[in-house]
């Protein structure tokens, strides 16, 4: 092994690490990407169950006023644009790269770039494509992630935790839950 892999993290291995993780805390890393974004105030979150077979899907939307400024920041780990400060938890930049690692399909959407959508194929391979025709965002990001491991035990355990998030009291955290099965 040469000292230019050392760093080099092996994408199967990533997810398995992350397998193991509660999808609430996979879940609030996201938002809480989304809480040490500079300006923001108010996060959208929907957890959408689609059924047994069919998975869950997790959709994060913030209103900062910059979006996704370097798009490398979404797919190298340990890199991340936070500034170093102590009451942001997150400057590692893990958060979204693990949900990218357990989940199947995720979008992700900006301002600053053209959306970029990550798929783990059937036989584990990973791809990640820019889709120019999904536009940008307005104003702030929006992730969308889908995971079909995810049941109903699952989906219902987010918004359970989500609820009781407490948040800086000039951002609105809101957080729905719909079940297609009902």
Same mark, same amino acid.
């Given at each position: 092994?040469?000292?230019?892999?050392?760093?080099?993290?092996?994408?199967?291995?990533? *997810?398995?690490?992350?397998?193991?993780?509660?999808?609430?805390h996979?879940?609030? =890393?996201?938002?809480?990407?989304?809480?040490d974004?500079?300006?923001?105030?108010?996060?959208?979150?929907?957890?959408?169950?689609? &059924?047994?077979?069919?998975?869950?899907? @997790?959709?994060? /939307?913030d209103?900062a006023?910059?979006?996704v400024?370097?798009?490398?920041?979404?797919?190298?780990?340990?890199?991340?644009?936070? =500034?170093?400060?102590?009451?942001? *938890?997150?400057?590692?930049? *893990? &958060? $979204?790269? =693990?949900?990218?690692? /357990?989940?199947?399909?995720?979008?992700?959407?900006?301002? +600053?770039?053209?959306?970029?959508?990550?798929?783990?194929?059937?036989? +584990?391979?990973?791809?990640?494509?820019? $889709?120019?025709?999904? +536009? *940008?965002? =307005?104003v +702030?990001?929006? /992730?969308?992630?889908?995971?079909?491991a995810?049941? @109903?035990?699952?989906?219902?355990?987010?918004?359970?935790?989500?609820?009781?998030?407490?948040?800086?009291?000039a951002?609105e955290l809101?957080?729905?839950?719909?079940?297609?099965?009902?």
């Open positions: 092994m040469s000292t230019n892999d050392i760093f080099v993290a092996d994408a199967n291995g990533f *997810r398995a690490m992350n397998l193991d993780r509660p999808p609430a996979l879940v609030r =890393e996201l938002v809480q990407n989304s809480l974004e500079s300006g923001v105030t108010r996060i959208e979150v929907l957890v959408t169950y689609h &059924g047994s077979r069919q998975g869950t899907t @997790v959709s994060v /939307v209103n006023p910059q979006g400024k370097d798009e490398r920041h979404l797919f190298t780990i340990f890199l991340s644009d936070k =500034e170093d400060s102590p009451v942001k *938890r997150g400057r590692m930049g *893990r &958060g $979204l790269k =693990e949900i990218i690692s /357990v989940a199947n399909k995720t979008t992700i959407r900006s301002m +600053g770039i053209d959306a970029i959508q990550f798929e783990r194929k059937q036989g +584990g391979e990973w791809s990640r494509r820019t $889709l120019p025709k999904y +536009g *940008r965002t =307005e +702030g990001t929006e /992730v969308k992630a889908f995971c079909r995810w049941g @109903v035990a699952a989906a219902k355990s987010i918004n359970t935790f989500l609820k009781r998030v407490r948040t800086p009291k951002i809101r957080v729905a839950f719909v079940d297609e099965t009902a």
